[in-house]
């Protein structure tokens, strides 16, 4: 696919370009402009260092070998195997709630939001121990940790 000309960009777009060493007749022939998009060391999307990794080094090494699977399976992942911790951990509990548990787990029960990726990923990687901490704390972006009600 050609490259739009130069006068047709934006002039917003064509002064980011400027600003970051790209001239007219650069993008006229063709130069690379992930350095000017802010994406000299991460890919435009996640799949490109997958496909790629020696040229994404830094990024690679920094990101879960979950990259490049779209957000909804990630989530779910995470969601289901919080769910299973939470049954190992607390199942033999009076109060636990299977059904409560895993409502929680999709939908944070004080906030009515699901939690964010992070916070999933942040509690599959803390001990058991923390775990009984924040779902004992006051606060209510752990409530994902409730298994009654």
């Known amino acids: 696919m050609a490259r739009r000309s130069w006068d047709s960009l934006s002039a917003d777009y064509r002064a980011r370009l400027t600003r970051n060493g790209v001239t007219p007749g650069d993008y006229s022939s063709g130069v690379s402009l992930s350095h000017a998009r802010g994406h000299a060391k991460t890919p435009e999307h996640p799949v490109r260092a997958q496909r790629n990794p020696q040229r994404y080094p830094e990024y690679v090494a920094k990101r879960k070998p979950s ?7 990630i989530r779910q992942q995470l969601e289901q195997q919080i769910m299973d911790r939470k049954r190992r951990l ?14 929680n787990v999709r939908v944070n029960p004080r906030t009515k939001r699901p939690p964010s990726v992070a916070d999933l990923e942040y509690l599959m990687e803390a001990s058991d121990a923390e775990w009984e901490t924040l779902a004992n704390s006051q606060d209510r972006r752990w409530a994902i940790l409730w298994y009654h009600s």
């Open 90 to 103: 607390w199942g033999g509990v009076f109060k636990f709630r299977d059904n409560a548990s895993d409502r």
């Open 67 to 73: 990259y490049g699977l779209p957000k909804p399976i």
